[in-house]
T-cell receptor, first 119, second 107 residues
Framework: NAGVMQNPRHLVRRRGQEARLRCSPM?????VYWYRQLPEEGLKFMVY????????ESGMPKERFSAEFPKEGPSILRIQQVVRGDSAAYFC?????????????????FGPGTRLTVT | QQQVKQSPQSLIVQKGGIPIINCAYE??????FPWYQQFPGKGPALLIA?????SEKKEGRFTISFNKSAKQFSLHIMDSQPGDSATYFC??????FGKGTRLHILP
């Protein structure tokens, strides 16, 4: 029973390069959430996806960031032209069933995170 | 409106004591309030969660108290142990997180 998997665990990029972060949800989970965590800060919600659909991207920066969750394969968070301020830990979580701001909520399981360092 | 305020920022408690961490929210549309535990270098893990129609929930040594009228909820850890030393986050609807409380339990 593999949990949520993220890779790479550590990623170093120079300013201006692209960063691709991958998240494989738990088996059977079709809902994925991405969060960013700065040192000494809480988690900041970025985006919520279902297979092939973006449900809520209200926390995603308008430029340079994109996310996808294809029918087959992992969810990808892509950061183009990285800047030093993008350095953070990026976590994904998956759940069996998702939710909006009301209605049923189901437990979400977090991955170990990808620590992005921009030099 | 889209904030969860968490306090204290850090907390040191003797083994066996009962650390209490508090959170306050503003948006009355929130309907799910989880607490997460995070160890250094690891992802958060769900500890316990509550809905606003319940005033208290216990799971093992962890208890959430919920005050709907005050829009506040808190985490109590009974008989705390050094292994409970971690950062704890409250959240609302899994998308709004508090800034975390670093808890240290002295042996």
């Amino acid at each position: 029973n593999a949990g949520v998997m993220q890779n790479p665990r550590h990623l170093v990029r120079r300013r201006g390069q692209e960063a691709r972060l991958r998240c494989s949800p738990m088996k059977g989970h079709s809902h994925v959430y991405w969060y960013r965590q700065l040192p000494e800060e809480g988690l900041k919600f970025m985006v919520y996806l279902q297979k092939e659909n973006i449900i809520d991207e209200s926390g995603m920066p308008k430029e340079r960031f994109s996310a996808e969750f294809p029918k087959e394969g992992p969810s990808i968070l892509r950061i183009q032209q990285v800047v030093r301020g993008d350095s953070a830990a990026y976590f994904c979580a998956s759940s069996l069933i998702g939710t909006g701001t009301s209605g049923l909520s189901y437990e979400q399981y977090f991955g170990p995170g990808t620590r992005l360092t921009v030099t | 409106q889209q904030q969860v305020k968490q306090s204290p920022q850090s907390l040191i408690v003797q083994k066996g004591g009962i650390p209490i961490i508090n959170c306050a929210y503003e948006n009355t549309a929130f309907d799910y309030f989880p607490w997460y535990q995070q160890f250094p270098g690891k992802g958060p893990a769900l500890l316990i969660a509550i809905r606003p129609d319940v005033s208290e929930k216990k799971e093992g040594r962890f208890t959430i108290s919920f005050n709907k009228s005050a829009k506040q909820f808190s985490l109590h850890i009974m008989d705390s142990q050094p292994g409970d030393s971690a950062t704890y986050f409250c959240a609302a609807n899994r998308i709004i997180f508090g800034k975390g409380t670093r808890l240290h339990i002295l042996p």
